[in-house]
Structure formats: structure tokens, C-alpha cells
């Protein structure tokens, strides 16, 4: 059964330092999502791609983080400097347009 | 800030007993889904409701959705402990395209 792809699964860093998650989404859907999970809280919306386009990045620290899916598929968000607020799971998911997405196991970002 | 709001936050039952969880949303919407989260891990989906649709069956779970109250609730039958997970209902807003917005959730904890 198709999956989507995320890597790596940790990742523990001090602050001021650059990380990057890489997301793989199932073949052929063309809406990649990026997420931002804290504990005990439900997913925020960080990007949405259609294809290799951002139709929404309303909620991206865009002082910070950045986001690319250049030839619209995979996927590689980016947070540079990483601060100790950005501890949290950063999840990716794909769908078809309006459909249901498909979620990876998520990156458990710390930082120290 | 976030579309869906889930309650309770927190549920206990005994395996066996019927779960019912509700979400309320505050703009319209093109459709409601909800997802199941086991700790740590990604969202699995569950159920997708379109607006037109008052409820949907699949297999023990059961989605009701008011549109004119602007919420929507999950019942789960005869619960397992396999059930235990966090619930989240998440709401797409078609304004030029589809935006999925998460409630906070609810802790579901299926005692055996």
C-alpha cells in the first residue's frame, strides 16, 4: 500500500542551527500539505502545494521557514535558525485535490 | 487560530461501550473529516462528510453532520481497546480552494 515518505523521524538540534525534513508524498497526488503538531494539540497548517505552487502559507514564520516542492512532488521544509519553540512534530500529507489526506509518520523535531 | 473545536477533551470508557465525540466549526464548509491518532504516530482518516450529507456509516463508526448548527459528531460502537487514540475533526473551507483546518481533539481512553 502506497505511503507517504518522511525523514528523518528525529531530529535534535540546538538552537540557531539550520534542519531540514524531507516529505515523499504517494505517487500521483498533487496537494502536499505541511504540518506543525504540539503536544497535545491538533495539526496547524504550515504550506499547501498544488503541484510544485503554494496556494496557502498564511501560517508560515516566513522570517524562518521556508518550503519547495520544485518539480511537484516531493517536498523539503526548512527552519533556519531553529528556535526552542519550534519543538514540535512537523507532519506531511498528500491528497487529490478535496479529497482525504494521507499522513506520514512525522519528523519529532527538539531542539535545545 | 482553529476552525474545528472537539469535545469533551478527554473520554474514558469501558470496552464495549458506545463513544460519541462532537466538533463544532464556525465558518462553512465543503466537507468534515475525522482522523485518529494513535500517540506519537501520524493521523490515520477516517470518515469524510460532504456538506449535502447528513450522515455516513463505516463500519463501527458512525458521522452525523448539521450544517445548520455547524457541527458534526463521531460515534464509535462497541469500543476496543485498540480504539484508544486521539480524535480529530478537521474542516475544509473552499474560499479559492481547500484549506483543512484541526480541532484540538479528544483523548479517547477504551479501558479493557
Known amino acids: 500500500e502506497a505511503e507517504v515518505a518522511q525523514s528523518p523521524r528525529y531530529k535534535i538540534t540546538e538552537k540557531s542551527q539550520a534542519v531540514a525534513f524531507w516529505c515523499d508524498p504517494i505517487?500521483?497526488?498533487?496537494?502536499l500539505y505541511w504540518y506543525r503538531q504540539i503536544l497535545g494539540q491538533g495539526p496547524e497548517l504550515l504550506v499547501q502545494?498544488?503541484?510544485?505552487?503554494?496556494?496557502?502559507d498564511s501560517q508560515l514564520p516566513k522570517d524562518r521557514f521556508s518550503a519547495e516542492r520544485l518539480k511537484g512532488v516531493d517536498s523539503t521544509l526548512k527552519i533556519q535558525p531553529a528556535e526552542l519553540g519550534d519543538s514540535a512534530m512537523y507532519l506531511c500529507?498528500?491528497?487529490?485535490?478535496?479529497?482525504?489526506?494521507?499522513f506520514g509518520p512525522g519528523t519529532r523535531l527538539t531542539v535545545l | 487560530s482553529q476552525q474545528g473545536e472537539e469535545d469533551p477533551q478527554a473520554l474514558s470508557i469501558q470496552e464495549g461501550e458506545n463513544a460519541t465525540m462532537n466538533c463544532s466549526y464556525k465558518?462553512?464548509?465543503?466537507?468534515l473529516q475525522w482522523y485518529r491518532q494513535n500517540s506519537g504516530r501520524g493521523l490515520v482518516h477516517l470518515i469524510l462528510?460532504?456538506?449535502?450529507?447528513r450522515e455516513k456509516h463505516s463500519g463501527r463508526l458512525r458521522v452525523t453532520l448539521d450544517t445548520s448548527k455547524k457541527s458534526s459528531s463521531l460515534l464509535i460502537t462497541a469500543s476496543r481497546a485498540a480504539d484508544t487514540a486521539s480524535y480529530f475533526c478537521?474542516?475544509?473551507?473552499?474560499?479559492?480552494?481547500?484549506?483543512?483546518?484541526f480541532g484540538a481533539g479528544t483523548r479517547l481512553f477504551v479501558k479493557a
Open positions: 505517487s500521483g497526488h498533487a496537494t
Open positions: 462528510i460532504r456538506s449535502n450529507e
Open positions: 500529507a498528500s491528497s487529490s485535490p478535496g479529497g482525504e489526506q494521507f
Open positions: 478537521a474542516t475544509d473551507e473552499g474560499t479559492g480552494g481547500f484549506k483543512t483546518i
Open positions: 465558518t462553512s464548509i465543503n466537507n
Open positions: 502545494f498544488q503541484d510544485e505552487s503554494v496556494v496557502d
